[in-house]
Structure formats: C-alpha cells, structure tokens
C-alpha cells in the first residue's frame, strides 16, 4: 500500500497498535515513534518479552498474550523475523500488517494479504503520520536554518 488515501484512512482508523520490538531506550527509533504516536491520541501495546513495561503500558511477550483487540501491528523487527509475526496477526483478527523502513517480507504480505489484512511494508507510521496529518515541523524539517550556504565560523 503506497496510495496516500488509503494510509490516511488507515491511520484515521487503527487507533490500537501493538508495536513489536518497542524498545525503552528511547534513542531506539521504535521508542522515538511510538511515543510520537501515543503522544498523538493512539494506543500504543508493546509487545517485546524483555520489558514488564514501556511508556506507561504493560509489555508482552508476544501478539497472542495481548489481551484486547488490535487494530495494527507495527513491526520493527528484521523481515527474516517476520512471518511469525504475521501469522499471529492474522491469528488476532489485526487489521493492518505494517512493517517498517526497510523492512521487506513479500511472503509475510502476501499471507496477510490473502488473510484479509491490509499490508503496508518499508514505511514509518511516524513519518506517514507526520506528513500526511501535518505534523513534519515537529520532526526539525521546519527549522528555518536549512541551506545551502556554508556557514560562517567565528574564530577567536
């Protein structure tokens, strides 16, 4: 799924999401874009068996443990590592499969696909959310600073 509309309405629609592989250190790019989200009004279910807890929400070990519906599950994780992770969605009656930046598992998709999810690979919620509900500036793209002038050092 590429199509601008159709990961807008997604977005607007799954407001429960089970990142898999959130980490607590918040220099983790999984840290850093499910808190942008919680922060944003969504649900955010952690779902990494190294943590009791993560921004505030209690973390399992897998997909199955999850005790309420899912609306999308976000995966951080290498795409050798996905299709277990995708069987179990299918398995939760998740409505979205979404797979982040660089990661690629044409199998893990075509499984969902034909189970009735939607499948979004090799994409950041964050940055989608970012740019199509108007939330870049936040992220340092509006800085005002960005050119392509050297700059000037002052030296002493």
Known sequence: MTDSNQLRRVL????TIAVVGLSA???RPSFFAAKYMQDH???IIPVNPNYDE???EKSY???LSIPEAVDMVDLFQ???RVMPFAEQAIEIKAKVLWMQLSV???????LADEAGLEVVMDRCVKIEYARLFGGLNWVGVDTKVISAK???YVTH
């Open 12 to 15: 607007r629609e799954c407001k």
């Open 104 to 110: 690629i598992n044409e199998e893990a998709a075509k």
């Open 41 to 43: 009004g969504y649900r």
């Open 150 to 152: 050297r700059p000037l």
């Open 78 to 80: 290498r795409a050798d």
């Open 61 to 63: 070990p897998d997909l």
């Open 54 to 56: 993560i921004l505030g």
């Open 25 to 27: 250190n918040e220099m």
